[in-house]
């Protein structure tokens, strides 16, 4: 049903509501909202190609969306805008409380599972991608799809429009037809992954002590999550 959506009628429909990027950030920008990209391995690998960085320098576990740490708001980078590199000061982790929020995540052995992987973000949430003073995107020939067609998704079979300074500004009909095209590749992508994710997928050995064991792991500093995604399981240290 997906391959059946007609382009033109997309691109029609993207005319009337509008668009223009107004270059603001605020997309990848925590403090106006929830952030998260959601990237599938393909668009992994390009990130990779493109940065140098390793696969989770780029990436992390897709999880409940957790509270900014405190003080965190403020905070800059702790490397150079000129380099990609990602250090451990700016990347999240994982609290208690939000630890409490995947208990249900969790195997009886204290290892979080996640499925899927979300672009890695800063200690004040902000994309690791975005430069500061400027908020351009340091990864924008080879941005994920979420970024590329925001304001705009599918959903249901459906158009639906994010929260964004840039709607209701006229966009051409080259443009509005461009943003349909890439729209629908998005959309098909994300379904064929999320079935393909599906097919891969082997349930997990829940137990009552799993969170307890998590809890713990944390308070040491690191633990085990398994990222569950189109290509199998990746086990990693958090």
């Known amino acids: 049903m997906a391959r059946r959506l007609d382009t033109e009628n997309l691109a029609s429909e993207i005319r009337k509501i509008g668009f223009s990027c107004q270059n603001c950030g605020k997309c990848c920008r925590r403090a106006f909202g929830d952030n998260r990209v959601a990237v599938i391995p393909s668009e992994i690998e390009r990130i990779r190609e493109y940065t140098d960085l390793s696969k989770l320098e780029v990436a992390g576990p897709f999880v409940t969306e957790g509270p900014i740490q405190d003080g965190a708001e ?38 979080i599972h996640a499925f899927g992987w979300i672009l890695r973000r800063k200690r004040n949430g902000d994309c690791i991608f975005l ?19 925001y304001p705009f998704y599918i959903e249901g079979l459906r158009l639906q429009t994010c929260e964004c300074e840039g709607v209701g500004f006229p966009i051409s009909i080259e443009d509005s037809r461009k943003m349909a095209e890439n729209l629908l590749f998005r959309y098909i992508s994300e379904l064929e992954d999320t079935l393909n994710l599906y097919e891969n997928f082997v349930d997990f050995r829940r137990g009552e002590k799993g969170l307890e064991l998590a809890k713990k792991s944390q308070e040491n500093g690191t633990f085990t999550c398994i990222v569950h995604d189109s290509r199998g399981s990746t086990e990693i240290s958090v």
Do not use: H, Q, W
Request: hydrophobic share 20%; glycine share 4%.
């Open 74 to 111: 403020e905070s800059g980078e702790e490397s150079p805008e000129t380099s990609f590199r990602a250090s451990e000061e700016n990347e999240e982790s994982f609290s208690p409380e939000l630890l409490e929020s995947l208990k249900d995540c969790i195997d009886f052995e204290g290892k």
């Open 131 to 149: 430069e500061k003073d400027t908020y351009k995107c340091r990864i924008y020939p080879v941005r994920p799809m979420l970024c590329s067609t």
